[in-house]
């Protein structure tokens, strides 16, 4: 089975400043996705990023972008100029090709000042 | 487009009563999944169905809960009789195919006095 560990269960930053979000793995699998998703206190869950586990190229999308380590099975997500806009729960999720399940991590909550 | 849409946002209800969560996924999603979110035990996945048929419901905690998809536009998540244990924030998710991203609903909180 699948398990996904994000080891900093909350985190805060100045806003404008970059933050880090961390996540490792673990799984047997070679294909796979990786996902973040983002849980604001609306409860919305928001897809943030994904990644293909055979694509080596990092993920981004605009102030989001993932760093990928298959090897190492880590994934972590680094915010560009946080906004206030970003306070929120932060989910790793991992989901193996032709399974459809998502294991989400237990989440990280970031918290931008002003 | 629309998103998922889930109802009611909020429910109340008390212990024994029986408690009905509705999700229309989106238009064309084939994947449809229900999931329990809780402080204790995070997200997890109770059961989802492709094509309107039910694939994997080892994650429905007891014979308490059942879902139904009569159709590829609603399906149903209900609990009878309900218990105060089954509080906890629950959300409906679709997809389209293998290689899509899941798309949640904004979810119902769900509280059992």
């Known amino acids: 089975a699948q398990t996904v560990t994000q080891s900093q269960p909350e985190m805060s930053v100045q806003e404008a400043e970059t933050v880090t979000l961390s996540c490792t793995y673990d799984?047997?699998?070679?294909?796979?996705?990786l996902f973040w998703y983002k849980q604001p206190p609306s409860r919305q869950m928001i897809l943030v990023i994904r990644q293909e586990a055979y694509k080596q190229q990092n993920a981004t999308e605009n102030r989001f972008s993932v760093n990928f380590q298959k090897a190492a099975k880590s994934f972590s997500l680094k915010i560009s100029d946080s906004q206030l806009g970003d306070t929120a729960m932060y989910f790793c999720a991992f989901m193996k090709i032709g399974n459809y399940k998502l294991t989400f991590g237990k989440g990280t909550l970031l918290t931008v000042n002003p | 487009d629309a998103g998922v849409i889930q109802s009611p946002r909020h429910e109340v209800t008390e212990m024994g009563q029986e408690v009905t969560l509705r999700c229309k996924p989106i238009?064309?999603?084939?994947?449809l999944f229900w999931y329990r979110q809780t402080m204790m035990r995070g997200l997890e996945l109770l059961i989802y169905f492709n094509n309107n048929v039910p694939i994997d419901d080892s994650g429905m905690p007891e014979d308490r809960f059942s879902a139904k998809m009569p159709n590829a536009s609603f399906s149903t998540l209900k609990i009878q009789p309900s218990e105060p244990r089954d509080s906890a924030v629950y959300f409906c998710a679709s997809r389209s195919g293998t290689y899509q991203p899941q798309h949640f609903g904004d979810g119902t909180r769900l509280s059992i006095l």
């Open positions: 238009s064309g999603h084939d994947y």
């Open positions: 799984t047997s699998e070679n294909n796979y996705y």
